[in-house]
C-alpha cells in the first residue's frame, strides 16, 4: 500500500488550509484528514473521525493508510485553554505524547507539530524577540507549547525522532474561521467590516502583535517539512515572522476599503495574554537554514482578505 499523510485536527483555522494544499501536492487520496469534529468545508479526499486522545483509535487510522508523515494540529488554543486549564494541559501535552511516541517506535517516519509565539513571557523582550532567550510563559497554552518544544527535542536528541516545529505567530485567513485564540480579533474583524462596517475589538488599540497571512504559514509549514534533514539544525521550534501591527493599524488599512468603517474597544481578559508576548519576532534562523521569506505585507493581506471574504459571503447568501 502507498504511503500517506495524516492531518490531526484537520477542521480547525490551519488544517482546513494545510489540507487543501497538502492534497494539490501529494494527491487527495494520499492525505488523510481528521479530526473530533466534521470539516468546515467539503472533502476531496478520506476523512477519519479522530479523536486523538484515543490512541486504539489513532493506531488502527495510521495502519489503515499506512501513514508514515503526521501533522498534529489538534490543541487548545490560548483564550480557551485558560477556561479549562486542566483539560488543555491534557489535550496539547498527551497527543504530542501519542504521536512522539509513534514515531520513537518507528511506526511513522516524520512529525509536524506547531509551537507558538504564546512560549514567550513578559520577561522576553518584545522587539525582535530572539530565537534563544528568556521564555517565562504566564499562560496555560504557552506553558504547554513551551514543553511541548522541549519534548520534541528530547525526543530527537535521545531516539532520533524527526519532528519539525516552527513557532506560529496569529494566523490570518479567510477560508476557516480561527478556533480561540488571542490574535482571533485580526480575522473577526475583516468578517464585521463586510457584515457590519464595525468591529468592537476585544484588545486595546495599540495593542502590536506578531501575525501572518495563512498562505505565508501554509508555505512555511510544508517549506520545513520538505528541508533536507541536515538543513534543520534547531529541534525544539523555529522563530517564524511575517507582518506586526496593533488592531489600529489594521483598521487604518481597512478604512482605505471601506471609509466608513468604525473600530471600538473594549479589552477584555485577552488584553492581559497579549500583554505578555512578544511585538515582533527574530525569524533569521528559519531564514539562514531553509531558505524562509514571508511574502504578505499588512496592506497585501487586507487586499486579499476583503476581495476574498467579500466573495465567500456573497456566495452564502
Ligand atoms: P483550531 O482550534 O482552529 O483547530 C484545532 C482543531 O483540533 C479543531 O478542529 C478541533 O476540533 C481539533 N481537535 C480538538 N481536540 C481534538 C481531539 N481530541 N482529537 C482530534 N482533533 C481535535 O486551531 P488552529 O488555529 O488550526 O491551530 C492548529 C495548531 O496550530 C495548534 O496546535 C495551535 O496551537 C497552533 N497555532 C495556531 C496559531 C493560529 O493563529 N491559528 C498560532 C500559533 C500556533
Ligand atoms: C492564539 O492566539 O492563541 C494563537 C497563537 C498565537 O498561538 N493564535
Redesign the pocket.
Known amino acids: 500500500m502507498s504511503k500517506s499523510i495524516l492531518v490531526?485536527?484537520?477542521?480547525?483555522?490551519?488544517?482546513?488550509e494545510?489540507v487543501e494544499e497538502l492534497r494539490k501536492i501529494y494527491g487527495n487520496s494520499h492525505v488523510i484528514a481528521?479530526?473530533?469534529?466534521k470539516p468546515?468545508v467539503e472533502q476531496t479526499g478520506p476523512f477519519e473521525e479522530?479523536?486523538?486522545?484515543?490512541k486504539e483509535q489513532l493506531h488502527a487510522i495510521i495502519k489503515k493508510h499506512n501513514v508514515k508523515e503526521v501533522y498534529?494540529?489538534?490543541?487548545?488554543?490560548?483564550a480557551?485553554a485558560e477556561k479549562n486549564p486542566a483539560f488543555a494541559w491534557d489535550?496539547?501535552m498527551n497527543?504530542l505524547f501519542n504521536v512522539l511516541e509513534l514515531a520513537k517506535e518507528k511506526v511513522i517516519d516524520k512529525i509536524f507539530?506547531?509551537?507558538?509565539?504564546?512560549v514567550f513571557g513578559p520577561t522576553t523582550p518584545r522587539q525582535n524577540t530572539p530565537q534563544f532567550t528568556v521564555m517565562e510563559p504566564t499562560t496555560v497554552?504557552g506553558i504547554s507549547?513551551q514543553a511541548g518544544e522541549r519534548w520534541c527535542e528530547y525526543y530527537h536528541n535521545k531516539y532520533g525522532v524527526d519532528v519539525r516545529s516552527?513557532?506560529?505567530?496569529?494566523?490570518?485567513g479567510y477560508k476557516?474561521?480561527?478556533?480561540?485564540?488571542t490574535?482571533?480579533y485580526a480575522v473577526d474583524i475583516f468578517h464585521q467590516a463586510i457584515k457590519t462596517n464595525s468591529y468592537e475589538c476585544f484588545l486595546s488599540e495599540n495593542t502590536a502583535l506578531p501575525?501572518?497571512y495563512m498562505s505565508d504559514?501554509i508555505k512555511a509549514t510544508i517549506q520545513i517539512m520538505q528541508s533536507p534533514k541536515e538543513n534543520i539544525k534547531i529541534w525544539s521550534s523555529y522563530n517564524l515572522s511575517g507582518i506586526s501591527f496593533t488592531p489600529k493599524e489594521i483598521a487604518v488599512e481597512i478604512k482605505k476599503h471601506y471609509p466608513n468603517f468604525n473600530i471600538t474597544y473594549k479589552p477584555d481578559f485577552r488584553q492581559q495574554i497579549a500583554d505578555s508576548w512578544p511585538q515582533s519576532i527574530d525569524d533569521s534562523r528559519a531564514k539562514e537554514d531553509w531558505n524562509w521569506k514571508a511574502n504578505y505585507t499588512l496592506e497585501k493581506m487586507t487586499n486579499e482578505m476583503l476581495k476574498n471574504l467579500e466573495q465567500l459571503l456573497k456566495q452564502k447568501i
Open positions: 490531526i485536527g484537520s477542521s480547525g483555522q490551519i488544517g482546513t494545510l481528521s479530526d473530533i469534529k468546515q479522530l479523536d486523538i486522545l484515543n498534529l494540529l489538534a490543541a487548545l488554543l490560548s480557551t489535550l496539547n497527543s507539530w506547531p509551537s507558538s509565539i504564546a497554552y507549547k516552527i513557532r506560529y505567530p496569529g494566523l490570518i476557516s474561521l480561527p478556533g480561540g485564540g490574535t482571533d501575525m501572518m504559514a
